[in-house]
């Protein structure tokens, strides 16, 4: 099993939000392979392979791509930048090295862009930081000092949460445009385009006024200086040298990167690089995900230093979240991430591996040990809650295919999970909005039906009392709504685990106490479940002044007396707006059930905190990026919880719409 490691190999996640330059990054990496043309590269997005990808220019899916180099090989994962899929990227960082963070200058840092550089710290993954886009600046002739300036505010925002692990003067901040072609750092090598030996380090401002000064060249300033700097003309594409050709030939963007990639990995201790500290003699390697590979799962795997797979192995998978005891299974077949896939028949480092029986990710281990469980048990995972519900309905034609196709993809996506019903729904529960667009995608050819059912729904009451009657003996009833942070009324019995509350006397017949114990787990007003109630049961003798000022009535008549309410599932959403459309994006939050919080400007945004009814979530963000010509942030800040409605309005709506679906009478008809 054991077998000597590569020389080196730094696995490197480039991560980045939505059209900030990710994949047109990853292009750049296929050109220095030979996949692309330099005249392709920063336009082709050729790992978007997905039909939904090309059409939405997008990436919805985990590729790598690995790079060899004398000596080894850095292998390069493209991410999904869209916050919609940020559970595929964040499960990479279990087995980085190194994390490329692309910031579109023109755009600046976001909070989903925070969030991951926070989760490479927590993974202690090194960082590099690449501000992609400073071309445009050039060509919107912006003064030297105002992008210094701009550049300088982009790096104190991660400096804010890296804990002072990227800056310019160490070599892992890097500036360019991945478009053109070309980066610079405080590394660069000068010496080429002046003419002359330059030992001392590139600051930040004289790299972007050389930069500049080259995008400003004439014609002939630009052939002049390819003459200088050994630049070949290429026949039958075009004899005249453009400044962007110089700055790609002077400052190559891979060789940039390599070398910030190579300083920042060669830095590093971890088990994929180095010998464990302590024994590990379970354990070969982890799966940070599976992706689709020619139609077949292929788990991505990165082993542990010193430790190889090899195909015919029996091994175990130890998921996080799966308590049961894995079965054994065995290695079909292994691959290396490149143009073509190569199968092997033993791995190292970074590779794909099929025969693995893993639904999202975890670690393979020679046994099933507690040596190998704690390891496992080790990695911080990150919890993956679900926010959106979705069924499918399919006939009995297409519910074989259905279901296959489902399921290899919510294999494929650690946010999305699936169950099928016996009436042939398939339920789909995921994290992202746009996870079911790739559902729709995956399901074309197919005959189905679809609706979404993200919410989820108690009830509840505000307050009110009436008198019962049980066997010629009356009790005073009173129903008090128990909101999320009270404590529970002295000496109150607690039912079904939820806030439902009650107390009553000793001797209550128990048929009375089974009433109220129904009510509460199916209420007369939706038919769902009751919660923040607490029922107080009190006799009633002939004395008491509610004796003869209440009427009696049905335990199901004072509850619907008391003001029912609709306690909903609710969510908070970081949302982030350029200035020019908070004004309309504002009036659009108000318009919606949704509440905000609070509200800060951040640069050129508004940053809202938003608590919204998850039901009204898609709706609320397209109308959102209707607004901003899709240009804004929805973000979820935090778990699912449940919580009264703040509108009056859409809780009447709603309410009746519930009601109306269920056959539910209206309270004034109750006899």
């Known amino acids: ?134 071309d445009l600046l050039f060509k919107l002739s912006i003064p030297v000092d105002e992008i210094y300036y701009r550049l300088e505010q982009i790096l104190q925002e991660i400096e804010s949460v890296a804990e002072g692990r990227v800056e310019w003067e160490g070599g892992s901040v890097l500036l360019g445009s991945a478009r053109d072609n070309w980066a610079m750092s405080s590394s660069s090598d000068l010496s080429l385009i002046l003419g002359k030996p330059v030992r001392s380090k590139l600051s930040m401002k004289k790299a972007v006024g050389l930069a500049k000064q080259l995008y400003g060249l004439t014609d002939q300033e630009a052939v002049s200086l390819a003459q200088r700097v050994g630049m070949q003309p290429k026949l039958n594409i075009r004899t005249k040298p453009t400044p962007k050709d110089l700055l790609a030939h002077v400052f190559r963007f891979f060789s940039e990167f390599k070398e910030a990639i190579l300083k920042k990995g060669s830095s590093l201790q971890n088990i994929f690089i180095s010998p464990p500290l302590h024994t590990l003699a379970d354990v070969v390697g982890v799966i940070c995900a599976n992706t689709l590979a020619d139609g077949i799962v292929t788990s991505i795997v990165r082993t542990i230093s010193t430790k190889a797979l090899s195909v015919g192995e029996t091994v175990y998978v130890l998921e996080p979240g799966v308590a049961a005891t894995p079965e054994p299974v065995t290695v079909t077949q292994i691959m290396r991430f490149a143009e073509e896939s190569n199968d092997l028949t033993t791995g190292t480092g970074l590779v794909g591996v099929r025969g693995l029986e893993c639904k999202k990710r975890g670690v393979i281990a020679l046994a099933a040990s507690n040596e190998a469980q704690s390891f496992m048990l080790s990695q911080n995972w990150v919890d993956f809650m679900p926010i959106f519900t979705d069924v499918v309905q399919v006939d009995n034609a297409s519910k074989a295919e259905a279901v296959r196709r489902v399921s290899l993809l919510s294999r494929c996506e650690p946010g999305m ?57 009356r009790y005073h009833i009173t129903f008090l709504h128990t909101p999320l942070g009270s404590s529970p009324p002295p000496n109150a019995l607690q039912l079904y685990g939820r806030r439902c509350y009650a107390t009553y006397p000793e001797n209550l017949p128990n048929e009375l106490k089974h009433s109220i114990s129904s009510l509460l787990q199916n209420g007369p007003f939706l038919a769902e479940r009751v919660d923040m109630v607490c029922v107080r049961v009190e006799g009633c003798a002939e004395t008491c002044k509610c004796y003869k000022a209440l009427e009696p009535s049905l335990l199901q008549e004072v509850y619907l007396q008391s003001t029912p309410r609709i306690i909903a599932n609710h969510v908070f959403l970081l949302i982030t707006i350029p200035n020019a459309y908070v004004k309309s994006a504002t009036a659009a939050i108000a318009r919606s059930p949704a509440t905000i919080h609070a509200s800060e400007e951040v640069g050129a945004t508004f940053l809202f905190r938003v608590q919204s009814p998850v039901q009204e979530v898609r709706a609320l963000t397209v109308a959102l990026r209707t607004i901003t010509k899709g240009d804004c942030d929805v973000l979820p800040d935090g778990p699912v919880f449940f919580a009264l409605l703040d509108s009056p309005e859409y809780e009447q709506a709603l309410s009746d719409a519930i009601r109306q679906e269920k056959g539910l009478f209206e309270r004034e008809t109750l006899d």
């Open 417 to 473: 999970f699936c169950s099928v019903t016996k009436h042939n729904e398939i339920i789909i529960k995921s994290d992202g909005q746009l996870q079911m667009d790739k559902v729709k995608t995956d399901l074309e050819g197919l005959r189905y039906t679809h609706r979404e059912q993200s919410g989820q729904y108690l009830e509840s009451v505000e307050r009110g009392e009436g008198l019962i009657e049980f066997k010629d003996q």
């Open 1 to 134: 099993m054991d077998e000597e490691a590569a020389p080196f190999e730094y696995v490197v996640n480039v991560v980045a939000h939505v059209n900030h330059g990710k994949t047109t990054f990853m292009d750049n990496v296929l050109e220095h392979l030979g996949v692309l043309t330099k005249s392709m590269a920063g336009e082709a997005r050729l790992l978007d392979s997905r039909k939904d990808e090309l059409e939405r220019g997008m990436t919805m899916k985990l590729s790598p791509v690995s790079v060899p180099l004398p000596g080894g090989r850095i292998t390069f994962l493209d991410t999904p930048g869209h916050l919609e899929f940020n559970s595929l990227t964040l499960s990479t960082f279990v087995l980085c090295d190194v994390s490329v963070v692309v910031v579109d200058v023109m755009k600046g840092v976001t909070e989903r862009l925070k969030g991951l550089v926070r989760r490479a710290i927590e993974k202690d993954t090194g960082l590099v930081l690449f501000i992609n886009k400073v």
